[in-house]
């Protein structure tokens, strides 16, 4: 009992061990004066009774509290999805087959025609298909396993991006106004109505069914008249377009020439197969060989596109080896496949201007539109 008074007021016989640990702990002893509290606690300093804020840490909470609601509207914009503005001119989308999308948004069958603007892409998945049109340009019909982009909508120049897939093109807007920009060419319309393929791996091929299309990348062109098709490679560009009725021998001799290395013994072989295979209608594929080729081959290619379609009037062996450009358009022109100054011209303006017979083209294209699978 004398031990547990000493717990309490002091007094009594203390603990020997209690001893100890107040000597252990004597440095760590607090003031002797007792705590004295007021008896009624003054009002808080605000309205809010019952609540303190020591006015020394406002600064400080008005900083946090700043931090945090910049951090929350960040948080918030940074997780809104991205969408691009559905405004100013659009193409129409409509439904053919299954659920294409526009981004995430699937169109329905029954739906009206959806709006197409700039930046955005429709796709089309295994068993779907849409139709995507413009008043004063065309329609454009897209295959299953596709993915489109509206790149450009001027009046002068319209421009969408075909990443993979399969379209078809009947447009009626004047020469040059259309373009198509694919991973591994670039094709722009002259009056055509045309099939245009791209695979997953970026190479690609178009088909003309109608009026003749250019292909071009980094300086290299291929000109595509109805009947025709050429294909295409990434980095490589076009290659030597040809018509599809050509023997199977041409037809492999060309794809052997545009995959093998330049001054391969394989491209020279196949070079040797398309000469001895060609008929008069094969100048096309010759035509472009010229400016594929060099030296002794260029010579070997004149005299077989010669024996086939005589140069015309103005037109001279020498200028041709040389690749002189106004001695090939004249040789182009002649084999009536197209005027290449509608060519030229594109190369040189930007706002191409419809040719006297683009207005004769629309109802033959929407017919042979019809006529796609």
């Known amino acids: 009992m004398m031990q547990e008074n000493y717990l309490w007021d002091g007094s009594g016989t203390p603990d020997p061990e209690i001893q100890r640990l107040e000597t252990l702990l004597a440095d760590f002893r607090g003031s002797e004066t007792a705590l004295v509290l007021p008896a009624e606690l003054p009002a808080a300093p605000s309205k809010f009774r019952g609540v303190f804020v020591n006015p020394l840490s406002l600064p400080r909470l008005a900083v946090a509290a700043a931090i945090l609601l910049v951090f929350g509207v960040t948080l918030f914009f940074t997780m809104q999805p991205k969408t691009v503005p559905e405004t100013g001119p659009a193409w129409e989308v409509a439904n053919i087959q299954g659920e294409p999308q526009i981004g995430t948004k699937a169109i329905a069958a029954d739906q009206a025609p959806s709006k197409l603007h700039v930046g955005q892409m429709i796709s089309t998945n295994g068993d779907s298909r849409a139709s995507l049109s413009q008043a004063d340009l065309g329609e454009i019909r897209i295959e299953p396993n596709s993915r489109v982009r509206l790149l450009q909508t001027d009046p002068n120049r319209k421009r969408i991006q075909l ?190 201007q419809p040719s006297a017979n683009s207005q004769q083209l629309p109802q033959k294209k929407q017919s042979l539109l019809k006529q796609q699978p």
């Not at 001054?263 to 070079?271: Q, T």
Request: hydrophobic share 45%; proline share 7%.
């Open 163 to 352: 990443d993979v897939g399969t379209i078809h093109a009947a447009i009626w807007a004047p020469p040059g106004t259309f373009v198509v920009d694919t991973p591994s060419a670039v094709a722009i319309d002259l009056g055509c109505a045309y099939t245009l393929q791209v695979a997953p791996d970026g190479s690609g091929s178009i088909r003309t069914t109608l009026g003749w299309v250019g292909f071009h990348l980094n300086g290299r062109d291929s000109f595509i008249p109805a009947g025709a098709m050429c294909s295409t490679r990434r980095e490589l560009g076009p290659g030597v377009p040809y018509f599809e009725e050509a023997t199977p021998a041409f037809r492999e001799g060309i794809a052997k020439f545009d995959s093998n290395p330049q001054d391969s013994s394989a491209r020279s072989a196949a070079l040797a197969m398309m000469l001895s295979e060609a008929r008069a209608q094969d100048a096309l594929s010759l035509w472009h060989l010229l400016s594929r080729t060099t030296g002794a081959e260029r010579a070997q290619v004149y005299a077989r596109f010669a024996a086939l379609v005589p140069p015309p009037r103005g037109v001279t062996r020498a200028g041709i080896l040389n690749l002189d450009q106004s001695m090939l358009d004249l040789w182009w022109n002649s084999l009536g496949l197209g005027d290449i100054s509608v060519w030229r011209f594109w190369e040189q303006s930007a706002s191409p």
